[in-house]
Structure formats: structure tokens, C-alpha cells
């Protein structure tokens, strides 16, 4: 069933499961609205990638995620265009313009397409990443040669060969600095190498090597697809705070999710739709916590989608008021501060604080807001306004707002 564009809010309310949900907030966008297939779609920079079954055979296309009405097709052929990826600036595919496939690349920028191979070999699907791509190549003359693995420089048009063997080198992966690859031999035991790119030298990855790259995390994020108990739902995961946070919530299957900072994309019954993440919330100390007198707590929260931040305390649940801001998302304060924030929970018992985010165009979010206690002397403080255990004959009488830079 096609449905058509839309956007919509989706708010999660808390529940707890591995690690637990969070309060959450998603603009979820339909790109595409037709009566073909669109498919594995494929997210960085500013763009998303899928491809779309025109007429019978598959076709590459591109969209701003910025003016997702108005995507760009970039092949029109009689053949198929399958498993585009992209940098942010440039498309690389895999057309299969003649027996074996061909490694085309096209610039957003100009509008221009460059074919980049131009043999009889089998090309694998290309990868690509700040203006290089990748891909096993396998001769072909009586039978089929094991891979090789190229890597072709945007910048210069050059083509640089990797691999010069008799093993089958294959699954090449890349990154701004890396490239990665599988070499197995003809009894399939297989090592890792890796390429590294600034001074071209290869080597065996150690035991314990990890390819942390992947087009569904960027970050400290992961984007991923779970069952909700009807259908598969797109999730996000902070590695850092360990929570999930929901994504969608609909009556589709929804897969192949990819992420670029806080932007997602996936398909979904046939399209493809666009996500723009965000969320502010507290991490710690957690609400209602007594904390120690000295030394001065740390202040953490999780924020994506937002690029600065203010914090403030106050006997008031009251938003944060002035210019300065924060561009990481925990604070200790300096002893002043400290004692500053001390003399609101001397006067009222409790000090709450919050965070204010303010996102790429200037507007803002809020988190919720928590409140602690400060134990002073052993005991928690509660209302000590007139409480004089520190020899100054009256506590202290400042109430108000606090907000720290």
C-alpha cells in the first residue's frame, strides 16, 4: 500500500527494556510515493541514496534531506543500477552495463557521471568515503580469477590496485582512513587486512581487530530495527548511556535502517522515508539524589540533535535566562558555583536543575527537570534558611537562579 507524505511526532514514554526507553522525539518524513519498489537506501552528509525498480530494472536516485520533495534521478537505462552508497558528494554504484557489472560514480555537485571501470571483470558493489571508493575485482578468462581489490582517488581519477595475488581478496570496506578487506585461500581460511590509506602500507589487523565503521552507526549511535510485538520498528541506541530510543511507531515493517549524525533512513512497505532525531535528558545525579557536600557533583546529560547547551539550577523549576552556553553535555561546577547552588538548597532544601538545548538553527529544546538535596554536615539540608551551623550567626539568604557557562 503507498501512502503519502507526511510528518509526524512520535513521543515514547518510559519503558524500561534492555537498558531502557526514553522520552523521545522524531520528525519522520515519507520521500518516496509511487507505484515501483525503492529500496536499501543509504544515508551521509545532506544525502540519502536508494534505488528504485523503473520499467523492470532498477535505477539510482538521490535526495537533499533538506527538500526531500524533490529527489533527483540520477540513472535512466535500459539496465540495472544496484546498491548505491555515497560520501555526502558523490553516488558510487554498480551498473550492470555489460556482462560482469561496471563501478560508475556520479558528482552531486555537478550533476556529471564518470564510469570508472571499463573491462570484463566482475565488479563487486562499490564503497565509498571522502572521495575514495572501493571494490573486489575478479578477472575473468576461462574461468573466474580470485578478487582483487581497487581503490579509485576522486580527486585525481587514478585507480590504485591493492592487491597483486593468487589468494581471493574480497568484502572491501572503507573509511576517511582505512580500507579493509577479507583474503581467503582455497581452503577458505581467511585473514583480515588492512590498508592504510595516508601512507599506503598493508598489514594483517591484529587478533582483536573490530571494524567499528558501519552505515548504521555513526558516533556513539546505532541505528537498528527491533519487533515490538506486530511489526519491526526502527530503534536508536546510545553506546554512552546504553539506552534505546524508539523511532517509529507504525503498522510496517520497517528495515535497513543507516544513520548520518541524527539523521536516519530506511524502507519501509515499498519506500523510503527519512528520520531527523532528537533528545535532550538527564543522566546524572539521578533525580531526588542526596548529594555530599564536597566536592562538587558532576552534572551529565545526552543530548542529539543539539550543538550547545545551558544548564541551570534554581529553587524554581525556571528556564535558563542568559546568553552563555556549554558545548559538552556534563559540567562539575568551580567551588564558587558550588557554594552558589549550596545556598539555594540551604534556603529552600531542594535545588532543581535542567538543560537548555539550542540546535543548529538557533531553536531550542528543554530537558525535563530533577532536583537533589545537599547534605551538609552529615545531614541532608531542608529548609535551613535560619540555620546557623556554620558560625555566622544565620544561613545563608540567597534564593534564586544559578546558571553555570
Known amino acids: 500500500m503507498k501512502l503519502r ?5 512520535f513521543i515514547l514514554t518510559g519503558i524500561l527494556v534492555f537498558g531502557g526507553f526514553v522520552h523521545a522525539g522524531s520528525t519522520v518524513i515519507q520521500v518516496t510515493d509511487n507505484l515501483y519498489e525503492d529500496s536499501l537506501p543509504q544515508i551521509k552528509g545532506n544525502y540519502v541514496v536508494w534505488q528504485g525498480k523503473v520499467n523492470g530494472d532498477w535505477e539510482v536516485f538521490a535526495c537533499n534531506i533538506y527538500t526531500p520533495e524533490a529527489p533527483i534521478r540520477i540513472t535512466d537505462n535500459d539496465y540495472d543500477d544496484i546498491s548505491p552508497q555515497t560520501d555526502g558528494n558523490h553516488v558510487a554504484w554498480l551498473g550492470d552495463s555489460r556482462a560482469g557489472g561496471e563501478i560508475f560514480l556520479y558528482d552531486i555537485e555537478s550533476g556529471g557521471i564518470t564510469q570508472i571501470t571499463d573491462d570484463d571483470h566482475l565488479d563487486s558493489p562499490p564503497q565509498i568515503a571522502d572521495g575514495r571508493v572501493v571494490w573486489a575485482s575478479q578477472e575473468v578468462s576461462d574461468s573466474v580469477e580470485p578478487g582483487e581489490i581497487m581503490l579509485y582517488h576522486i580527486s585525481t581519477g587514478v585507480t590504485e590496485q591493492l592487491t597483486d595475488d593468487t589468494l581471493d581478496d574480497s568484502d572491501p570496506k572503507i573509511d576517511s582512513n582505512t580500507v579493509f578487506w577479507v583474503q581467503a585461500d582455497g581452503e577458505d581460511n581467511s585473514i583480515l587486512f588492512i590498508h592504510d590509506i595516508a601512507t599506503g602500507v598493508t598489514s ?5 581487530f573490530v571494524w567499528g565503521d558501519s ?12 519487533h515490538d510485538g506486530d511489526d519491526r520498528e526502527i530503534f536508536l541506541r546510545n553506546s554512552d548511556s546504553r539506552k534505546y530510543h524508539q523511532v517509529t511507531d507504525n503498522d510496517l515493517e520497517d528495515s535497513y535502517p543507516s544513520i548520518s549524525g541524527n539523521n536516519m533512513a530506511w524502507m519501509a512497505a515499498g519506500e523510503i522515508f527519512l528520520g531527523e532525531y532528537e533528545y535532550l535528558g538527564l543522566s546524572s545525579p539521578a533525580d531526588n539524589a542526596a548529594l555530599s557536600n564536597n566536592p562538587p557533583a558532576t552534572f551529565a546529560w545526552e543530548g542529539i540533535g543539539y550543538e550547545k547547551y545551558k544548564i541551570e539550577f534554581s529553587s524554581l523549576a525556571l528556564p535558563p535566562g542568559n546568553d552563555s552556553f556549554l558545548f559538552q553535555t556534563s559540567l562539575t561546577p568551580t567551588g564558587e558555583d558550588w557554594e552558589a547552588i549550596r545556598a539555594i538548597g540551604q534556603k529552600n532544601g531542594s535545588v532543581h536543575w535542567m538543560v537548555e538545548g539550542i540546535r543548529s538553527d538557533g531553536s531550542v529544546g528543554y530537558s525535563e527537570t530533577w532536583s537533589f538535596t545537599i547534605q551538609e554536615f552529615g545531614e541532608v539540608a531542608t529548609g535551613l534558611a535560619n540555620d546557623d551551623t556554620d558560625g555566622s550567626g544565620g544561613g545563608p539568604c540567597f534564593i534564586g537562579t544559578v546558571t553555570l557557562d
Do not use: H, W
Not at 594483517?204 to 582483536?208: G, Y
Not at 552507526?217 to 537498528?224: A, I, R, S, W
Open 215 to 226: 552505515p548504521q552507526t555513526d558516533g556513539n549511535l546505532t541505528v537498528l530495527t527491533r
Open 5 to 9: 507524505l507526511f510528518t509526524s511526532l
Open 204 to 208: 594483517e589487523a591484529p587478533e582483536d
